[in-house]
């Protein structure tokens, strides 16, 4: 097998995954294409892989297509597998099926071009790379070498972030579980006493899995604003929304006043976010870097909670699971802990009364960060000044087709990424409409 390859793209989540599929889908001449993930699933990652089969995509199957300019993708899809929707408008599948998908656009468009492609699945991490007169080399996990003219990163969320000053020492806490997507290996004992801390959709899926597996221990959430995000409606209709204010402060009126302006003609106000959604990134674009310092810091977790909707049936469970006991949230703006060889006790900084648990789940999602990521690929990359950071120190900094800035405020020749990475650059980058476009592009810029 040739270690030569024209394009490597490291990490086969869905963003790794479309970005390959388009890349076979348009070459015209054959290609020698390689995915380095080490996961034996390309196109299930983190979204798509590490949840049970309980766990339901957050977008109805109507609004999911993983194919730009096909917004029927994966419903054809479905009705191939005979189980088509009946309300696709109100049908949330399944995320491991979702998976299945991804990994059936790949290898479909393997096979039905005209193009004799060459594609491997290198089931590794990269964890270094250097560019060479030809283009890149990338060190594997065991050590071998790959070659490229151009590479890919689609490494998606960074881990999350380290907890605040407060709650650091717990990092050294075996009753600590930094990392939430470890719950289903470390199966907790039912009975234990459980405290979850965040309350967006990573507190959710692990709330899912824990009462799921029965856990019949007391489980107690903790955030700071004290709210699960809000709800999918099926209630859609297209709202234009052309803003007209460009400066962060008179947006957030504009918003406001639409959503006023809707809700008196009986339009949901979910209609207005999602018809903001198209304009998001260019508003980013042209906030100064304090507008942008100022959203992440007073209205992010807000948007977000806005933005990223639970499905209606995931909130019912949600309030049928809280009134019979099963968990309680409240709202801790800071929190405490002492943490024992048994237990970690926990409260709000603003209360008397300590709780125990005997485990405590960090869930407060992913660090965009790119100086604090774990990632080693990404620290030799920062070391060796080949990247720098995005906006507000988010993500890597990156032109508008993905080409990769270093710190040299130039181009990085072959060198470019997709889908969450680039949250400081676009903000809204993180889910499939997105990705998506940003994989048709991607591949057409990387081909030329
Ligand atoms: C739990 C969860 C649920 C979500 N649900 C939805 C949803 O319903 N709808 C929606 O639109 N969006 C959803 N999202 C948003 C999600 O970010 C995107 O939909 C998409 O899955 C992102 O894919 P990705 O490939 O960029 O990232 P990931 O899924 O994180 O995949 C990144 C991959 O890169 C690999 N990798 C990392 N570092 C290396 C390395 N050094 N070498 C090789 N490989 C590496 C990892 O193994 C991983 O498989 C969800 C996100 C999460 C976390």
Redesign the pocket.
Known sequence: MSLYHDIVV????????IVATQLLLQAETPLQLCC????PRLG????????SDK?????PANR?SAMAGDAEHFLHWLQQQQSPPQDPGDF?AR?QL?ADYLADCLQQALHSGQQQHQFTHQQ????AMRPTAEGWQLRL?DNRLLKARQVVL????LPAARPPGSLQHLLRSDRYLHDP?RLQQLQPDRAERIAIIGSG??AL?TLQTLIRSDHRGAIEVFSRSGQWPTVQTSHRQAYPFNPRATRLRELVREIRTQIKTAQAQDIDWRNVIDGLRPHTQALWSGFSETEKSRFRRYLLSTWNRHR?RIPPRAAQQLQQWEQAGRFSLSRARRLEAIAGADEIRLRSHDQAAWSSFQLVINAT??CGHLSRAV????QQLLADAVIRSGPCNVGVDSLADGQIIGPDDQPVAGLYA????RQGTLLET????E?KLQAQQLAAALLH
């Open positions: 490291v990490g086969g989540g869905a963003s790794g995954t380095v993930e080490p996961g299930a990652g983190l979204a798509y892989g590490r949840c766990h339901v995509l957050n977008v999911i949330y995320r979702y590794q991490m990269v964890t996990d689609a490494l998606g969320n997507w959709l990573t899926d990223h999602g992913p990632s080693p690929l990404l997709i889908g969450p990475l993180t889910a499939m409409p990705i």
